[in-house]
């Protein structure tokens, strides 16, 4: 069973600044593909960003590609979220999902087979 705990959330103002971790415990990590999703107020849970396991293959939501990286320390079982330049419209929950099949994260949809509990960003204009 992987675990999966989100750190690093905050209060910004636009054009700010924030990284955002991923910490994972359980077996098979390094194995899977990882992801970021948000989730603003009475909005769907929108795909931010993926990794391959490897972290050679990335995919990002097109308005934060330039803006935002993702990245994972496999020795650490943790990934990461730097978000630069932020914006308002970046308000909302953040998520760190994991599963082992790449596949999931290229749909862009929500389905991954594992989730963190969230950590909030808040972009104040």
């Known amino acids: 069973q992987v675990q999966l705990v989100e750190s690093g959330g905050g209060l910004v103002q636009t054009g700010g600044s924030l990284r955002l971790s991923c910490a994972a415990s359980?077996?098979?990590?390094?194995?899977?593909?990882m992801g970021w999703f948000r989730q603003a107020p009475g909005k769907e849970r929108e795909f931010v960003a993926a990794?391959?396991?490897?972290?050679?293959?990335?995919y990002y939501l097109d308005s934060v590609k330039g803006r935002f990286t993702m990245s994972r320390d496999n020795s650490l079982n943790t990934m990461y979220l730097q978000m630069t330049n932020l914006k308002p419209a970046d308000t909302a929950f953040y998520y760190c999902?994991?599963?082992?099949?790449?596949?999931?994260?290229?749909?862009?949809?929500?389905?991954?087979?594992?989730w963190g509990q969230g950590t909030q960003v808040t972009v104040s204009s």
């Open positions: 990794s391959s396991w490897r972290g050679q293959t990335n």
């Open positions: 359980g077996p098979g990590f390094g194995s899977f593909a």
């Open positions: 999902a994991a599963d082992p099949r790449l596949w999931v994260f290229e749909t862009r949809k929500p389905i991954s087979e594992y």
